[in-house]
C-alpha cells in the first residue's frame, strides 16, 4: 500500500471563491485519482490525473471546475473553482500504486478534505 | 457504462451472527471487484477483492463470492463484531473503478 496525506483536512470557504487540495504520497505511483463524496453518499470518480498532462474528467465535470495538476509521481492537487454551497463535500485523493498488467488493481485512499461553503 | 447495485443499504445484525452484502454489475468487462469499509469520518479502506478469474476468497471472516454469468458478487462477514459496524462499498472495475451505492451495517452488542 502507500501512505497518502491531504491537505487541509477541512475548509469553510465562501461562494465564489476556490480552493486547492494537496495530495501527497509517500512513493512514485503511476495512478491517481480524486474523488467527490457527498454526505450520506458513495464515491464519485471526478478525474485521473496524469503526471505530464491534462487530466482525464469524468462525464459531469470540467476542467475550469476542477483544474487538476499532477507535477510528479508523488503529488496532485484539486482545486474546486468559483465555489458553491453544493459544492460541499468531501474530496479524496486514491492512488494505484501498482496497476501492473494483468487483472484489476489495488487502489487506496487519502483522508479526504472536508469542505463546507457558505 | 458500468453500472453497479448494491444491497441492501442498510442492515442490523445481533452480534455473532452473519451478514451478506450483495452486489450486481452491468459490464461483462469488469474483471477486477474490491470491496471498502468506510468508518464515520474515515476514509475507506480495502478489506478483500475478487477478480475474475477466482469465484470465491476468503479472508479470515470476510470473503467474497463473484458469479461472472449472472454478474454478480458478494460480500460475506461472519461472527460479526461491533468493530464491523461502518459503510461497506462494493465496486467493479474494467477501465475505471465504479463503486456501489454502499450498505451501512450495524452490529448490536
Known amino acids: 500500500s502507500a501512505v497518502i496525506s491531504q491537505k487541509p483536512s477541512r475548509d469553510i470557504c465562501q461562494r465564489g471563491t476556490s480552493l486547492t487540495i494537496q495530495c501527497q504520497v509517500d512513493?512514485?505511483?503511476?495512478?491517481m485519482f480524486w474523488y467527490r463524496q457527498q454526505p450520506g453518499q458513495s464515491l464519485t470518480l471526478i478525474a485521473t490525473a496524469n503526471q505530464g498532462s491534462e487530466a482525464t474528467y469524468e462525464s459531469g465535470f470540467v476542467i475550469d471546475k476542477f483544474p487538476i495538476s499532477r507535477p510528479n509521481l508523488t503529488f496532485s492537487t484539486l482545486t474546486v473553482s468559483n465555489l458553491s454551497p453544493e459544492d460541499s463535500s468531501i474530496y479524496l485523493c486514491?492512488?494505484?500504486?501498482?496497476?501492473?498488467?494483468?487483472?484489476?488493481?489495488?487502489?487506496?485512499f487519502g483522508p479526504g478534505t472536508r469542505l463546507t461553503v457558505t | 457504462g458500468e453500472n453497479v447495485e448494491q444491497h441492501p443499504s442498510t442492515l442490523s445484525v445481533q452480534e455473532g451472527d452473519s451478514a451478506v452484502i450483495k452486489c450486481t454489475y452491468s459490464?461483462?468487462?469488469?474483471?477486477?471487484f474490491p470491496w471498502y469499509k468506510q468508518e464515520l469520518g474515515k476514509r475507506p479502506q480495502l478489506i478483500i477483492d475478487?477478480?475474475?478469474?477466482?469465484g470465491e476468497k476468503k479472508d479470515q471472516r470476510i470473503a467474497v463470492t463473484l458469479n461472472k454469468t449472472a454478474k454478480h458478487f458478494s460480500l460475506h462477514i461472519t461472527e460479526t463484531q461491533p468493530e464491523d459496524s461502518a459503510v461497506y462499498f462494493c465496486a467493479a472495475l474494467f477501465q475505471k473503478v465504479t463503486f456501489g451505492t454502499g450498505t451501512k451495517l450495524q452490529v448490536i452488542p
Open positions: 459490464d461483462s468487462a469488469s474483471n477486477y
Open positions: 475478487i477478480r475474475s478469474n477466482v
Open positions: 486514491s492512488v494505484a500504486p501498482d496497476p501492473g498488467q494483468g487483472v484489476g488493481y489495488e487502489q487506496y
Open positions: 512513493s512514485q505511483v503511476t495512478m
